[in-house]
């Protein structure tokens, strides 16, 4: 069975442009979240979409969006770079029922760099 | 707030030392536990996890028992390999979203021969 896959591995920006990583779960899973990771700040959740849905979301600005398509692939839309958005991205995804306690598998992440 | 402190590394340990990371959590409610392990060039893998007070998550010789008392989740092995060097990241999702997990900021494990 397939992982979590998530492209591309690494980018590259400038400071204003924009940009979206695309995250595809384990075939079943309904539920893709997404987290950064920072040397300073570690991981912290940005929001989980299910079923097309944003389920939870995290305290990150407006200008960090996703979306949901109806075969559960995701993308995350970050927007108005600024040098403090570089980061490792990454995606989980679980099969989403509503119980608590689901297990999560993460991709290998999109590392970004904005310049 | 939820949030998790973990033991500033890094660790570095001999092959076949004993292991301790030490987890503790400040949560609303009753929590899960997690700890979580990121091997170099890979995504998290969950490592073993615990969903109520007293539970004892074990998985690959690591242990790990939730303590309400001391509001702490400390990871343990008996005898560490080469094959464990990596980070290791203990987290705790609330109960308002499964996915929703707030981690810890990590602590690298080295296991030298």
């Known amino acids: 069975k397939a992982g979590v896959t998530q492209t591309p591995r690494y980018l590259i920006k400038t400071r204003g442009q924009q940009v979206t990583l695309s995250c595809s779960p384990i075939?079943?899973?309904?539920?893709v979240s997404w987290y950064q990771q920072t040397p300073g700040q570690g991981l912290q959740f940005l929001f989980e979409?299910?079923?097309?849905?944003?389920?939870n979301k995290g305290n990150f600005p407006g200008r960090f969006s996703g979306r949901q398509f109806s075969n559960s692939r995701s993308e995350m839309n970050v927007s108005t770079l600024e040098l403090g958005d570089s980061a490792l991205y990454l995606c989980?995804?679980?099969?989403?029922?509503?119980?608590?306690?689901?297990?999560?598998?993460f991709g290998s992440g999109t590392q970004l760099s904005v310049l | 707030g939820n949030s998790v402190t973990q033991m500033e590394g890094p660790v570095t340990l001999s092959e076949e030392a004993f292991l301790t990371i030490n987890c503790t959590y400040t949560a609303t409610g009753y929590p899960s536990l997690f700890w979580y392990v990121q091997y170099p060039g890979e995504g998290l893998q969950l490592l073993l996890k615990?969903?109520?007070?007293?539970d004892k998550g074990s998985n690959k010789g690591f242990e790990a028992t939730y303590r309400k008392e001391t509001t702490s989740f400390h990871l343990e092995k008996g005898s560490v390999q080469v094959s464990d060097s990596a980070v290791y990241f203990c987290a705790l999702s609330d109960q308002t979203g499964a996915n929703n997990l707030f981690f810890g900021t990590g602590t690298r494990l080295t296991v030298i021969p």
């Open positions: 979409y299910f079923s097309e849905t944003q389920r």
């Open positions: 615990a969903t109520k007070a007293d």
């Open positions: 989980a995804s679980s099969l989403g029922g509503s119980g608590l306690n689901e297990k999560l598998f």
């Open positions: 075939s079943g899973h309904r539920s």
